[in-house]
């Protein structure tokens, strides 16, 4: 199967969270396409300036709004949803607006999609929710029981989309990111997540955080790969309704490895953190010590992993640190 997306003609698309790290790169896409997109976001996390200016439309609101999001569906034909509460730390200190976000904020756009008659809704999901199975790579069907409220909050949403698919006949598909990493992903705040954080550090010539001795593994993808699977996902008809599927590389890589390849990538650009080595802190409570994603469906329904190019680390990685450095 191709799973390259088709496009006939400008479409309505509406991508909650849009202005954040990852939905801001999907408006970008969408702009570049030639579609038209709205963009729902409160602002809390996400910037204005993340966006393409006068190429969207900016919408503020709260997903959890339903009279907000049934204003931001009128005319919308396929849904990103990206909108939701990150950090599984976060979701440990403030279990309650976790789940308001990420499982009433999802119910609720589900709702408002259905009553609107869109085509497909795709929403993004997390790796968290493999919880404390063992099992590698991590195969959809297979998951453990929850480590924290983060991964219950989205497999709620998971359960959310796959019931309304089945029963109601709304054609949904959940998307289970794997340690997503690229340009406009904040490394500031308290739960900023490791490579933007540990790309801030080595730029300033400051020693990165490892939490433990450096043999967990994540499954770092792209955002552009992240981005190509949300387009398949919405605009292929053959993928089910209902379905979910891991967006990752495949490939496990150790924090270790990564800050090796980070050092390496700053003294090809003649930084700092080239010669800076790590300070050790103990692992955190509720984190998983592997992680890695079977890509068989991704590969089957999407298509996803034909152009190694959004997959590749490295090059990821440099964009990323360039993106980082400050204007010249």
């Known amino acids: 199967m191709s799973g390259e997306p088709a496009l006939a003609g400008s479409r309505r698309w509406l991508v909650t969270g849009g202005a954040g790290f990852i939905g801001s790169h999907l408006v970008h896409r969408l702009v570049e396409l030639g579609q038209r997109v709205r963009v729902l976001d409160d602002l ?196 089910p309704a209902g379905v979910v599927v891991n967006v990752g590389t495949g490939r496990e890589t150790s924090l270790s490895e990564l800050l090796a390849t980070l050092r390496e990538l700053c003294a090809e650009a003649g930084l700092p953190g080239a010669e800076v080595g790590a300070r050790r802190s103990p692992v955190r409570a509720n984190d998983r010590a592997r992680s890695r994603a079977d890509t068989t469906r991704a590969r089957e329904l999407l298509g996803l992993g034909s152009d190694t190019r959004d997959l590749d680390l490295v090059s990821g990685l440099r964009r990323t640190l360039e993106a980082l450095l400050p204007a010249r």
């Open 44 to 239: 809390s996390s996400g910037q204005r300036t993340n966006l393409p200016q006068d190429a969207c439309e900016l919408m503020e609101g709260d997903v959890r709004d339903a009279a907000v999001v049934r204003r931001a569906m009128a005319g919308v034909e396929l849904v990103l949803h990206q909108a939701g509460l990150g950090s599984v730390p976060r979701s440990l200190a403030d279990p309650v607006r976790t789940m308001e976000v990420n499982a009433r904020g999802t119910w609720t756009v589900l709702q408002a999609a259905l009553e609107a008659g869109c085509e497909r809704v795709v929403l993004a999901s997390s790796s968290s929710v493999y919880g404390d199975s063992d099992e590698l790579p991590h195969v959809e069907e297979h998951i453990g029981r929850p480590l924290s409220p983060y991964a219950a909050s989205k497999r709620i949403a998971e359960l959310a989309a796959e019931g309304l698919a089945r029963g109601l006949g709304l054609s949904t598909v959940a998307l289970r990111y794997f340690n997503v990493f690229g340009p406009r992903q904040d490394p500031g705040g308290p739960y900023a997540a490791v490579i933007p954080r540990w790309c801030a550090a080595l730029i300033a010539g400051q020693p990165p955080e490892i939490h433990g001795d450096g043999r967990t593994t994540r499954d770092f993808t792209p955002v552009a790969a992240v981005v190509e699977a949300n387009l398949r996902a919405a605009l292929n008809a053959d993928v």
